[in-house]
């Protein structure tokens, strides 16, 4: 468990810094066919007869061709993937949730997600039935190639920007293994996140699907913004921190927490702090900071964290912070980070939890109350 818990803390360390250092791989917003609002790491753009020419997050090009298609005339000599993708390998399972509302989960054939870390209904059953296969990486680690290679896949979906994962990029390249590299998770707004279905999307002929959804879940997170704007109260202040060993880590003002927060109506109270990433504070500025705090959410799901006990044992010179003392403090269901297809539920929890009045007998579905012991 400690070595697991060491290894969450990690992840999310390495992530944060990637999102603060790695932004070079991300690109500019689309000018092209595909209309990016939010997110900045890819383009896809209309190429005639049906075919799109997509670039990733390693400004990698690939054109996408339909079945019975032809590659239109100049395209000839660049990677070439028909569509719809028939088998696909994801090593992040945050691209398993953006495939959800699309509907094409079935084609996933290998996982870098093991089968009982998944909150992912349709990917569980793959795992039941067989049609699924585990291939490693689980925590940033390296796959093994060769159970991916051996499950013949049209397309690997990884993820960069953090310690070796270029190489196992390149090296699945090198392999002769078509590769597209989708880095949703260095986005800082959570519908540039979201965003990413319609990269997935285009793999899958599903571009309009794509759009529909997004326009969706757009509306609903504008919706819940124009109702918490009716409380009479101000903004409540909002604190969003984990602890591990007597290290306190918060997300950056421009950071898709941040925003979130702030599209719920709350205050994040580390608004100030500059950048997108996570940085490690004392706990005697969280105290600090917190004195005014009215919502703690803390960064964390069970089993990593289960009482607010736990909270002070990790850090006693928050005992006597009053949010510590009378509550609320939240922390994250397990299948949190399996959500990327949500952000809407997200944004409603927060605006529940900061509003309650505005929102009566409203059930939380991703965060969960911490008991006192």
Do not use: H
């Not at 920007?161 to 390149?170: M, R, S, T």
């Not at 997935?200 to 002929?205: G, I, P, T």
């Not at 918490?228 to 969003?240: D, E, I, Q, R």
């Amino acid at each position: 468990m400690v070595k697991k818990l060491i290894t969450l803390v990690l992840t999310v360390c390495i992530i944060a810094v990637a999102v603060s250092s790695c932004r070079i791989t991300l690109g500019n917003k689309s000018s092209g066919t595909t209309e990016l609002k939010y997110a900045t790491g890819f383009t896809i753009e209309e190429i005639g007869g049906g075919c799109e020419k997509i670039t990733d997050a390693e400004n990698q090009t690939l054109i996408l061709v339909p079945q019975g298609k032809k590659v239109p005339t100049g395209y000839e000599n660049l990677p070439r993937i028909n569509t719809p993708v028939e088998r696909a390998v994801i090593l992040s399972v945050t691209f398993g949730a953006l495939m959800r509302p699309l509907g094409v989960l079935d084609s996933v054939v290998g996982s870098g997600t093991m089968e009982n870390e998944l909150y992912i209904d349709e990917m569980k059953q793959g795992y039941a039935s067989g049609t699924i296969k585990y291939v490693g990486g689980g925590g940033m680690g390296a796959p093994d190639f060769e159970a991916i290679r051996a499950l013949n896949p049209d397309i690997v979906f990884c993820s960069t920007g953090y310690p070796d994962a270029v190489e196992y990029y390149n090296q699945l390249k090198e392999m002769g293994i078509t590769v597209a590299v989708c880095n949703d998770y260095l986005e800082t707004d959570p519908l540039g996140r979201l965003e990413w279905i319609k990269f997935l999307a285009a793999f899958y002929n599903k571009d309009k699907a794509a759009e529909s959804y997004f326009t969706s879940v757009e509306k609903k997170i504008d919706d819940i913004k124009s109702q918490v704007m009716l409380s009479s109260k101000g903004p409540p202040g909002v604190l969003w921190a984990s602890i591990f060993m007597g290290s306190c880590y918060v997300s950056g003002g421009d950071s898709y927490v941040a925003k979130m927060i702030d599209m719920a109506g709350g205050n994040y109270l580390f608004n100030d702090l500059k950048g997108s990433g996570a940085s490690s504070i004392s706990l005697e500025e969280l105290y600090a900071r917190g004195e005014g705090c009215d919502v703690f959410i803390y960064a964390s799901t069970p089993p990593y964290i289960n009482s607010i006990k736990e909270i002070v044992d990790n850090g006693p010179v928050l005992a006597d912070m009053p949010v510590i003392k009378n509550g609320p403090v939240y922390c994250f269901q397990p299948w949190f980070y399996q959500i990327a297809d949500k952000p809407d539920e997200i944004v409603q929890d927060l605006a529940a939890i900061f509003y309650p009045s505005l929102f009566p007998g409203y059930q939380l579905k991703n965060f969960e109350l911490l008991p006192a012991e």
